[in-house]
Antibody
Framework: QVQLQESGPGLVKPSGTLSLTCVVS?????????WNWVRQPPGKGLEWIGE???????NYNASLKSRVTISVDKSKNQFSLRLSSVTAADTAVYYC????????????WGQGTLVTVSS | QSALTQPRSVSGSPGQSVTISCTGT?????????VSWYRQYPGKAPKLMIY???KRPSGVPDRFSGSKSGNTATLTISGLQAEDEADYYC??????????FGTGTMVTVL
């Protein structure tokens, strides 16, 4: 059974860079899935951030594209998120999730990790 | 990229049916059969309930069904149960290799 687990600092200073990693267990990150990041500000709705395929192909939310980088490390079976120039508006629970190629539907999610942007 | 529009809340008594609408445009909901629905309990990760408009993942009760007409997708929960009380979000592919979520709907079981 596949499991996704997010990790990273829970507190980031304004103007800094948010960095998170999602470790995939129970499945190879080189399988036929796109690996995604989704966030949810406290008390608000879900926002898609972007995705990566194991070959390195990426797609990003246009509203975040200038600040987002998603990368993959096949040797560690994990993928990562970097979000630069953060502000308080980037405070959210960040989830990693996967989508099977050729379909849609985020079928497996991590438990989420809260990142707070504050000085 | 604007969020898809969902009603803020819907409610029903146990055993009744409720429907949740998800309205977008021809560039997202209306343009592709790529709508999915998620249930989210407080403090928990979302769970996939419907994908590709009408398909149910293994393990999801057949009380949950999805449909689409034009630019509006609908999730129907039949035989409402106490455990169905949660937030529900729709999601659609919107072309250009991007996705957009709905605003979310709180389902209350009376």
């Amino acid at each position: 059974q596949v499991q996704l687990q997010e990790s990273g600092p829970g507190l980031v200073k304004p103007s800094g860079t948010l960095s998170l990693t999602c470790v995939v267990s129970g499945d190879s990150i080189s399988s036929s899935y796109w690996w995604n990041w989704v966030r949810q500000p406290p008390g608000k709705g879900l926002e898609w951030i972007g995705e990566i395929y194991h070959r390195g192909d990426t797609n990003y939310n246009a509203s975040l594209k200038s600040r987002v980088t998603i990368s993959v490390d096949k040797s560690k079976n994990q993928f990562s998120l970097r979000l630069s120039s953060v502000t308080a508006a980037d405070t959210a629970v960040y989830y990693c999730a996967r989508i099977l190629t050729g379909t849609t539907g985020f079928d497996n999610w991590g438990q989420g990790t809260l990142v707070t942007v504050s000085s | 990229q604007s969020a898809l529009t969902q009603p803020r809340s819907v409610s029903g008594s146990p055993g009744q049916s409720v429907t949740i609408s998800c309205t977008g445009t021809s560039r997202d909901v209306g343009g592709y059969n790529y709508v999915s629905w998620y249930r989210q309990y407080p403090g928990k990760a979302p769970k996939l309930m419907i994908y590709d408009v009408t398909k149910r993942p293994s393990g999801v009760p057949d009380r949950f069904s999805g449909s689409k007409s034009g630019n509006t997708a609908t999730l129907t929960i039949s035989g409402l149960q106490a455990e169905d009380e949660a937030d529900y979000y729709c999601n659609s592919y919107e072309g250009s290799n991007a996705y957009v979520f709905g605003t979310g709907t709180m389902v209350t079981v009376l």
